[in-house]
């Protein structure tokens, strides 16, 4: 007779119930493990799944029924219809890991059975990989390496036939078996075929990332400064060049309306560039920022640029594709250089428009330079001595200016501002002077790392300055802010603020402890970057032929892979089955073993037929200064192996005898000193 299939409800119905340690176990490690999410997702997914565990503990107490198949469906439709309201799709991180604790909390409904439990544990599981996908700081690996163990600790406990273990005990046996797969896991973080791109770049919906923007108004970088976050980072071949010349080249802005800039929007063949004098060489590793601009010194030499970007009009490197994952990529840089010697009619006319601001104290101000100079040069030293010489103050308070005739009131009224405003002014003032002139964004200097010698650029480094056309010498970087605040510039942020005034973190203080520390936790992340997340396909290719492999070949690549795996399950197996051959050694024996190991290292040696009490005998000879020591611990020995005295106080007395070798191995070197 054919035997019948079990179907799905047989399975359940036979397999055993749960009991209440197991349960809890698995809601604890459940709710742990969704709470990384509470930072990256709305917060009613991690409460869902938080309240559906408190309901699975309450109705396991009151021993309640779960709720009908129907009322499951249902709710189970309705759930995911939510996430699908929220996110409008299910593609991408956010609804993915949202729909990932909502079919959690769901499984929840309808668990009965142990095998539900380790269902469940195997999603937690998944949860901890999935909060990768969000952040792969070395912070959240030491996160998740603590729930990796926390989950082990709930498998051991879950997957136990009789009493339940302890917890310390548990723990512990869970940290062995993590451990064992310590060295498979690096081979095959070193070996295992490495995916182009990074795993992580996912479709993600936040695109409200910080970081620079397209466009500028007052108070919108100044916004930045709210943020400690690593903008990029930079390795140079050679010593740093001098902070005056940090000025990290972004998104270039021409268009005025109202009180914001904007680029262009018809985009014409590249301006030419001259370079000069040599080169500076350095690796930027930038930080992802869901736009498609990249950073660079002015001014990078086109011949440097890496595969994937191209120069616009403006000067402005940017990546072929939004820059959704962190790269690395090098390039040089010239000092000194001449950008767009000749300004075609469609530019000049672009970088002369002033026709829909409303400006007019602003516009009689640079008529008035224009009177008195003859040269463009004038002009703008003329203006640079107006901020100068009036009581202009470089300030982050009250930056936003809203409504209209904003440059007035902010030349004329308010002259405190940020470097937006400077730059902002500056450059409208050039425009009513004549004078061609344009908006650039990007970072300004960065905090040299004493302990790696890298540059970190934060974004609140971000900054504004201006650029004009001159004649003969094309486009000119002018910063109006260093008019003002001289510091800014020369040492930084911090010291440019006027007294009463702070940065609005702590990490950016400026005290010797708080900077030790964050150059600390900057070259930890550092270094987690380059070695860890920056172990790209070329990376691995680069290493492995240094350990010999000539080619890029994959399938070489899988051999060797295969043969290391292979032989470390094996030395693992082998040493498993040691370990386990020693465990079953009577506790007596293995102190006992270890205490001649360590008499050994005196040079007495245990003879295979001698038992302890003509070992003590002989070894007392050898060594009369330690007879009294070496015959109280073989006597201990015996009452314990033969039952004349209580197991657990000769175990414990037999482990502070051989604790104490230690400080009889000093007195052995003391003596052979003295002989």
Known sequence: MAKRRLTLRDQRRLSPKIDAIKLNWTLCFLSVASLPFIVHLPVWPVLLLLGTVLWRWWLRRREGSIPHAVIRFALTIGAALVVYATFGTFNGIEPGSSLLLVMAAMKLLETVTARDLLVLVFMSFFMILAAF?????????????????????????????????????????????????????????????????????????????TGLSNSMSPGSISDLLESSEIAFRVYFDDPPPPRHQLYW????????????????????????????????????????HQSNWLLGLEFANPQSLPRFSEFETTGE?????????????????????????????????????????????????????RAQHKQPQAIVQAALDHYNQEP????????????????????????????????????LLMRYAGIPARVVTGYMGGEINTLTGHLTVRQSDAHAWAEVWLEDRGWVRIDPTAAVAPERVEQGITEALPDGEFLPTLMMSSSGVMTGLRQAMDAINANWNNWVLGYSDERQWSLLRKLGLKDRDLTSLVIVLTVCVTLTLLMLALWLRHAGETRHIDPAQRLYRRFQSRLERLGIEARP??????????????????????ERFCRLYLDVRYGRSPVQDGLRDMSALLAALPRFRRRKRVNRQTT
């Open 133 to 209: 996908l969000f952040d792969q700081s070395l912070a959240s690996t030491a996160i998740a390496i603590l729930l990796v163990w926390f989950g082990a600790t709930t498998l051991v406990q879950v997957n136990r036939d009789s009493t339940p273990e302890q917890p310390v005990r548990a723990a512990k046996k869970a940290g062995r078996i993590v451990l064992h797969a310590v060295p498979l896991l690096l081979i095959l973080f070193v070996l295992f075929p490495r995916i182009p791109g990074p795993f992580w770049a996912l479709p993600s919906t936040d695109t409200g990332t």
């Open 249 to 288: 080249r972004g998104p270039v802005l021409e268009t005025l309306k109202g009180g914001e800039w904007t680029p262009r929007t018809v985009q014409t063949v590249p301006s030419d560039v001259q370079l000069y004098g040599p080169g500076i060489d350095y690796t930027m590793v930038l930080e992802p």
């Open 317 to 369: 490197l940017v990546s072929r594709k939004v820059v959704t994952e962190r790269l690395r990529f090098s390039l040089t840089s010239h000092p000194d250089y001449a950008f767009a010697a000749q300004l075609d009619a469609s530019q000049r006319a672009l970088n002369l428009h002033t026709a829909s601001t409303d400006n007019p104290q602003t516009q009689r101000l640079a008529e008035s330079w």
């Open 392 to 427: 202009f103050v470089y300030s982050l308070t009250d930056a936003r200016i809203d409504g209209t005739r904003t440059i007035d009131r902010f030349l004329f009224d308010r002259r405190r501002g940020f470097c937006e405003h400077y730059a902002s002014s500056f450059t």
């Open 609 to 630: 037929t001698e038992d302890a009490r003509h070992y003590a005998v002989r070894a007392g000879a050898a060594h009369p200064d330690l007879a009294v020591y070496i």
